[in-house]
């Protein structure tokens, strides 16, 4: 290694929790190699940054583990090192100190220096990484751009379950059940690899053992991991909120199309009581794959490439209103 490191990796580390927050920023700065009068002349921004100012004189054994890291990253990050060694602390923190913190992570990586960032969640390595390095057992498999290294790390999750249809073996005592279901395309086969203008529809068969009010069914759909959508049965259909009646249902549903990028997709689904009862919860139990089988040419904004987790297909009106 070569500069100054920075490094953030564990809560509290490197902070004495007799301590106050503001006599940690001085000590965890010193053991990160700022000198004092560096530290002086960042304190506000680092105080401004963490969003502690109300606790700052309170001892971090006080501290939640949120806040204090949000005081650690702030200590860290206005270190300003030339490596900045982040390892998965960050799923502590809320949402917009998340946010800031990968904003901030990228402007260190801009300036030219070196972010390595440790972490399994998927989108934020994405977002922020241009170079990827995938390791299992302590041994390196592979190094490259992080796409790449994403998808060979996905890949063995959503090639080894090739499910596209199941079976579950009836049990009266779940008030609602799904018996059965499947991926099917538009000519009501069963498949599991689609064009990207395919129609792709699941198809599914559940059972009501008693009338039941409130009751649900409704399924998870994710890409690549990432969550894309949920979807109620209730949603266009609320009468049956008021009383689902007893008997066996068979149910087609119509995925939107084309709206689904190139990925791994897979499907969970739900039934029980509206917030508040779970009867079954069927964890990604089919999945199937979109790829991109037609011109290429013709599929440019469909490409995985194109920023975000779906390709939305709306109409633009245009009018020319120069007159000529």
Known sequence: MRGRVGSLLEVG?????ELTGRENIYFNGSILGMKKREIDEKFDEIVKFSGVEKFLDTPVKRYSSGMQVRLAFSVAAHLEPEIL??????AVGDAAFQKK???KMGEVAKEGRT????SHQIDMIKSLCRN????SEGNIISIGEVNEVVDQYMNPIFYGNDNVSFNVRENKNIDLQILEGRVISKSEEICGIFDVFDIVKLEITYVVQKPLIGSVV????RRN???????????LNNSILELRNPGIYHCIITLPHPLFKPGHYTITFNT?????????????IICFEIQLLSQPSSLLSYADKRPGIIALPVPWEVKNISGV
């Open 115 to 118: 972010v390595l960032f440790v």
């Open 13 to 17: 580390t490197g902070f004495h929790p």
């Open 272 to 284: 029980g009581i509206i917030n508040s009862t779970t009867f079954q919860r069927l964890e990604e």
């Open 218 to 221: 409704n399924f998870e759909i």
């Open 225 to 235: 991991g990432s969550l894309v959508a949920l979807s109620f049965d209730t949603d």
């Open 85 to 90: 060694l982040v390892d998965e602390v960050l």
């Open 101 to 103: 913190c990968l904003g």
């Open 132 to 135: 990827c390095m995938l390791l």
